[in-house]
């Protein structure tokens, strides 16, 4: 069982178009970071959230940590070629000091947005 | 200032082979991880070195091994390869907060 889920898997859409994916579990996080992953590179880190609520804006991205600390989701706003992507999740298990072992990955969601 | 960096960036190797990787972190990052990424499991946790002792290990055969040197450089190895070891093997280093930085990966491909 995964212990974070990100949905949707897939996702093409047209330059210009908003959307929404989602990254959900059911342990509490004590943060929870977003990565983004171009095709032949590592993962890039864009975002912590730390406090339940916060919302956190990144240019057209905006970041949500749920109030209960176990969700998260991120909304992208006009959506152009450059935002093609994996998206992953990582979520930092409370108490779990910091460490790179305590940081959980969803398996991320594919993007593509098409000119 | 210089980021991750993880060679070879792509090889390689046939089944019962051995394959070392090396990452270099960013200065000043005594902490560095590894992980293990295929498109059916995502990425997974191998290994985490910190001034030079192995922190945690996650749940990998006995075949996967690293190091970490004096100089925060890492190793890791893999013997008596399989066909499933086949994977983007990404480095990551961290001040320690939890904030990862990713080299470009390593892409092995097992014969």
């Known amino acids: 069982t995964q212990l974070l889920e990100q949905s949707p898997q897939f996702l093409s859409i047209q330059e210009g178009e908003n959307l929404t994916v989602y990254c959900n579990s059911s342990s509490v996080f004590s943060s929870l970071q977003w990565y983004r992953q171009e095709p032949g590179e590592g993962p890039v880190l864009l975002v912590t959230v730390v406090t339940g609520g916060e919302v956190k804006k990144l240019k057209r991205l905006t970041f949500q940590f749920g109030d209960a600390r176990k969700d998260s989701s991120l909304h992208i706003t006009a959506a152009q070629p450059g935002d093609t992507g994996l998206y992953l999740c990582a979520g930092a298990l409370r108490g779990s000091g910091g460490g790179a072992d305590g940081l959980t990955f969803g398996k991320g969601t594919h993007l593509i947005i098409q000119p | 200032k210089a980021g991750v960096t993880q060679t070879p960036r792509y090889l390689i190797k046939t089944r019962g082979q051995q394959v070392t990787l090396s990452c270099s972190p960013i200065?000043?990052?005594?902490?560095v991880s590894w992980y293990q990424q295929t498109p059916g499991q995502g990425l997974q946790f191998l290994f985490e070195y910190f001034s030079e002792t192995q922190r945690n290990k996650g749940n990998f055969p006995g075949r996967f091994s690293g190091r970490q040197f004096s100089n925060s450089r890492s190793e890791m190895n893999v013997s008596t390869l399989e066909l499933g070891d086949s994977a983007l093997y990404l480095c990551a280093s961290s001040l320690g907060n939890g904030e990862l930085f990713f080299g470009e990966g390593s892409r092995l491909t097992v014969l």
């Open positions: 200065s000043g990052h005594r902490s």
